[in-house]
């Protein structure tokens, strides 16, 4: 099998996994395994998560921190690349240790067992891999990534109507309003009821 070098690489839905691949010279690449092809990278895992997380407009450092304020518990967080094309990947070690995977959560078809303290992750398309992770860690970083990915549906599912609101002869409904108005003589704001 021949494997295509590249030298960028941006992430996309169909990427299943970034693990990691020391060449003959001692640099960090990266194997990108994807629905239909795997390719090699030459750029560590952190880095393509990085310059992908930029691509879809944010930074790997401001995915971690989005995260930490949702999940509020934890090391090692799972991260959304791109919550519209459901892009979630999640790490088995720490991202700054050099033999860091990091997995997608919606190509993962079955996580098994494998020899002693090894994990065997088939993805939907087949393809299989073994982690020296065992199956018990995996699945609960699969279930925290899981759980990310519901807070930030829950948080972004809002009912959006097409039609023009003046169809709609909704009752008049008492409300607690209150307008701020400038006070410039103060130069405070001041409460009144609406």
Known sequence: MTVRIHGEYIMTSDTMALVPHLNQYGELWSFGMELNRTILIRKNPKTILNDSCKFFGSSYEGRVDGTK????????????????LDMYMFPLVSPNNYTCVWLSYVHIRDID????????ITFMNEQQLIVTKSKKLVESKK??????????????NFDVVAESPLIYQLPQIETDLWNLVLD??????????R
Request: charged share 25%; hydrophobic share 30%; with cysteine.
């Open 143 to 156: 279930f925290r990534t899981g759980e990310l990915r519901h807070q930030l549906k829950v948080r972004s």
């Open 113 to 120: 067992a494998y020899q002693t303290h090894h994990a065997k």
């Open 69 to 84: 304020a949702i999940m509020n518990r934890g090391k090692m967080y799972p991260i959304a690349i791109c919550v519209p």
């Open 184 to 193: 410039e003589k103060k130069g405070t704001y001041e409460v009144y009821r």
